[in-house]
């Protein structure tokens, strides 16, 4: 090993030590019952800290680990360099060449994998596409995205699923969370460690009032902003509005605000017209799916000059005003600061844990079909993360259980 | 008329007066091209100002209306007697006799309505049961609450429900509102003005996590209350957790609060080793289902002396000391306030005169069956609520509808 | 006694009883080592259940009591009643007749009180100008309102105060709570029990940004209101601000409002146009000094029809809108409601029987001046109510005190 | 100019850019009518850009102006580097060497200013001591912080103050805002950076509620956290309660605590004993004065193990539990982030400007003293402010006015 390794591979496992301070669910699984031994896993997931804690996790609970990343622009090599030392085998390296990418998806399904967890579905796609000599092996499937869900059952319905799937997007304990607690601090946190602006009496406008804008609201207002919402379903327009919000069409609200956080899963939230009225200094940020909710490419053209006035901070000058663009449009969490705050993804990852187990003793009686992911290790997700804080919470006595069922 | 009926026909009518200012939901249904003409449509409700103006409403679309009570206490008297100044049948008074009660609503089936609005489905289980004869003219049944659903519900199991039924209660517009911004607000309104006590700085326990605790919770922080939560669903109470709250047994946190509010849905919230250790002063009130949640004979039996301590709330004296009741254990914002916000009771209102119209025009395609409340409506109603605050919301463009199919 | 007067002296009891159980600081004071033995104590106060709590505990500490009013119409004549048997000398009704007022004043003086509680200086002044035999014996006065204590403090500018006056007024554990958590709060409560409307979602626009304003504007937005600011001190406009509140010039925030209510300190908060610009509907209330705030001679002038609507709501028809008034522009709370919360009244009573102990104690150092609230008292109190909650908090070590004095 | 220091020239005029289009305030003195012209203004402050554009506005007024540092290791020498394209005079360079330091501050007093700005009076203090000759031609001192103040007024009693000074730190402006919402954002912005730790769902126990406390327990508070409070001042705890906080002792509360916030001004503010009692991975800030409320020498000795577990935090092992410290025990948004929002500063340095401007108009009719800010200035800044933000805000009529005077 060169020096430069030395260092990734110090830095790799500084990251990895402090998020395993900080992944109680994912530690407590350790200590647990199940076990996975025997079981060969591929995992193509974001290679980052908080992954390749849960690929340790699966490790001590028995099985052979093999990983590589879901995205060629988001594996961290220090980190890849360090997870090896945990018995792990690692075939990712941050590239900006799509084929490398797709020959460490291949690497990873010569293991033959018995379990595969996937985000995005790469690599079970592939499996089922160019490689359908490992299927006969492959005993089920963990899907994290809800991207990755749509494509995985397009297979269904084509007929060529040839495994059980378990879409984690959709436990409670993911959507109502990480949407809302997640993004909604990890939002905030990027635009104040960017701007090192005043977030309090600002106008700041919420494009979307799904889960992430709920959240972003609602950190927004607890930093002291008045907040804006535009919205097109009129129920969720009527809840931010009940939620002390002002409501209103983008075009009238987006001129007086001052920070727009676009959390809406569209593209274009912001047409020509309307960015020609937007404020001298508004900061523009995006919470919501992919890098097209801000209309970047209108930004560019419409712009007599574009130049960075801060790291992660681009400036785009339209009609003589500047207006500031965070992390190039993409997602202000992940691109311009930490993502998800650790506990949120210990979470996310203890339903991964579980499914994988799950499907693991299960997958002789499933069909091959996309699963819900089941209500009861939902709970008992819930479960671990009150045992994890030491809080105990009621049980319905006998009485009360027959009072319910009464009705 | 004797002076008494003319004191009190002047009271109702100031009471629907203030209410139809703003009610404004129903306002603009009347003013819409709806038309319910020709059709006789039977109400059974809790007889008060906001139901007589949607009385009144149905009334100017065209429907000639037969108004009785649903429960033999909650009508007042000078409303009913106004609302015969509109036109309107009326069959109901103040009672507490059941026979007296179930008398009126015979003599609303004899009307032979079209359409029957219910509230616990008392009227519709006597048509298909007593009454039989009347179904032939029924068309359909408009239900407000859960348990009139769930009873109309076992008529369908059994085979013997004659008419398409809607539930109002499941319409988003319902749930997500009058639980948590109606029984939210109303609830402290209630306690507040019952005890002159201060909330900012109380220990408050909101038992119950659901949509009711939620807006509980929600308005007591909003009052200054260090707020906990007592839940027996895991994912709830990590909900409540991050929501900034307290969450632990019951028995560790009552001990500790300065006022109880109860809204599980199940009976006997409080057991008789969680009474007695009970602060001094505490203030028990119950904003769930029923006059169950707090067990007001455990409260009887264990005390030394019990009395009326101020309008509506009861002094009980266990072990040296005072345990304070509201409106003894029934629901705290009917029971010893004005029930939910008139805004709130406006939007249930307009989800159930679009449901009679609804069912007016469906009838012949409906199948016998307890229906969901339709998602159009419901976002009808929505908009509906927008227009009357003068609020405009965005539409998807064509752009974005097929971006958002395109997945 | 008639039945009547016992029907008056139950309700009295009862009410008297209830505050009892909540005014922890005066149950305290009572138990401590203070005495005002051979002290005659004359209060001027507005009588109702917790001021007459104050003159059971003065005379439990040793005092004869004399009590009357200290506005005509605030007097509750079943408390008046009650308070006799706890062997309390009253000299009070509700009345509307001024001669009677002062009557009662004077038999109060005929008493040679050593020390006079009063509420607005009418005692003390008449004690000064009309009564000055009575000077002789009198050591010292607490005043509770800033209103009589500018009229004391020009007695002493004029050189005729006879005797040391203490400020309650001007305690931070009076100004700091009272306002802010009693006023916030009872402010709503009011207006939710009057209106049953609901405050999630309105416009609300507060008047002033002081003390009570702050209260007034921190509830609404607890309740779900979006809230407005209109202010004159600039400073304070940019606190509403940065709490993240609107600020603007009231001509351009009124007309947005759906509830405004005024807590400024001056009168004609709203001039004839802007009056003629308010939405249809919008309810006014005031929060702040008197009955000059809302200009009700200018709404009866503009006004082409005026009834009251529900009780203490008027409603004024103006250029065909409803204006709605509550408590006819006097101080919502309490023409309305049932004033501050109890335990904001036990706080500042606290202060007056402290403020009484000293003065029995010192008046013989003190000038013949008005004296600010003593820091010491004012600690007293805060640790008193830290006591009744059983609360414990930090005292500096020696080392923290010497580096604190280090610089 | 070789590559690094273009390098550095190029980053400084970034930081400056950015800066510049966020101080508002000071754009605004730019264009305004005031004129510092002929005067030669010594500064001594923390050298980075929101400093650097105060020295660019001051330039731009008219004066001649000489900046150095007024801490060794604060300089940022990309800044320094830029600030001399500007026409200022700059002296200095981030360095451990006090000599250095020292050396520059008597480079400053050489030019002979007519006016200092002082940040700590270093610069003041060297003057009236060591530099006596400077203090002829010295017209007044403009002091930022507390410190300065203590060591000024030190001066004066001892006699030896040749010079009027204005303390800014006094300044209702500054107080109210700085350390409310700029420490309490700021605070929180580092600790989430540095951890990438889930604020909601917390125990979060600051201790100390002065202005500082009362931000940081706010925006904790907004953040979703369960907000603990520890106050050796019994009305600011009472205050603490009334804002919903727990309050208690800190060895209760600390132990219970998932993260702890210094703000107290005392040292030490943990003892060994509470040391030993807090949580396994309990995270540490401290956002008070100076780096003495957290105990490191004590940690330093309990530890068995100390190490530098991700940039800016270390962790202590004491009795087998992780202790995370952020930013060594220093001011955590200044150390381990970027210090106040640029508003927040952008205020602070508008007052500065209003201070020097005050000076340069009125030194010869102030004495030799140390002035707390005038009131009139401070006024002047929020009306700034309120411009700034184009909002427009009410006057008092004359008839308000008067009614405010006939009291």
Chains 1, 2, 3, 4 share one sequence.
Request: proline letters at 2%.
């Amino acid at each position: 090993m060169n020096q430069m390794e030395k260092n990734l591979q110090k830095s790799g496992h500084q990251k990895i030590d402090w998020v395993s301070k900080h992944m109680k669910l994912l530690n407590l699984i350790q200590e647990m019952d199940y076990s996975l031994s025997g079981l060969k896993i591929g995992m193509s997931i974001h290679l980052e800290a908080k992954t390749a804690y849960l690929a340790i996790t699966l490790k001590k609970l028995g099985a052979e680990v093999f990983v590589t990343g879901c995205n060629p622009l988001s594996t961290q090599d220090d980190v890849a360099q360090a997870l090896k030392d945990f018995g792990i085998t690692v075939h990712a390296k941050r590239t900006e060449d799509e084929n490398e990418y797709f020959g460490f998806l291949h690497r990873i399904l010569d293991y033959k994998p018995d379990l595969i967890l996937d985000d995005g579905a790469d690599l079970t796609v592939l499996a089922h596409t160019q490689r359908q000599e490992v299927l006969e092996n492959l005993k089920g499937v963990s899907e994290e995205t809800t991207t990755g869900v749509r494509r995985l059952k397009n297979l269904q319905v084509q007929g060529i699923l040839k495994v059980p799937v378990i879409a984690v997007n959709n436990a409670k304990m993911k959507f109502m969370f990480d949407n809302r607690y997640g993004t909604g601090q990890s939002t905030w946190d990027s635009i104040m460690r960017n701007t090192n602006l005043l977030i309090a009496g600002k106008n700041v406008l919420v494009a979307g009032y799904g889960w992430c804008g709920r959240g972003i609201a609602m950190r927004a207002h607890g930093l002291g902003a008045k907040v804006m919402v535009s919205e097109v379903d009129p129920i969720k327009a009527v809840e931010a509005l009940m939620d002390g919000f002002e409501v209103g069409k983008i075009e009238e609200l987006a001129p007086r605000a001052d920070i727009i956080v676009t959390a809406t899963g569209v593209r274009d939230v912001l047409n020509e017209e309307i960015i020609r009225k937007l404020k001298n200094g508004v900061v523009l940020a995006n919470a919501g799916h992919f890098n097209v909710e801000i209309p970047i490419e209108k930004l560019e053209k419409l712009a007599t000059r574009k130049y960075e006035i801060r790291q992660n901070v681009n400036c785009y000058e339209i009609d003589g005003k500047d207006i500031f663009v965070i992390g190039q449009g993409r997602l202000v969490n992940l691109a311009a600061a930490d993502g998800h705050p650790v506990e949120i993804m210990d979470i996310s990852f203890a339903l991964q844990a579980f499914s994988l187990i799950y499907l693991s003793q299960k997958y002789k009686q499933l069909k091959n079909e996309v699963y819900d992911y089941p209500e009861e290790l939902d709970k008992q997700v819930a479960k671990l993360k009150l045992r994890a804080l030491g809080i105990q919470i009621d049980e319905l006595s006998d009485e009360q259980r027959k009072y319910l069922e009464s009705f």
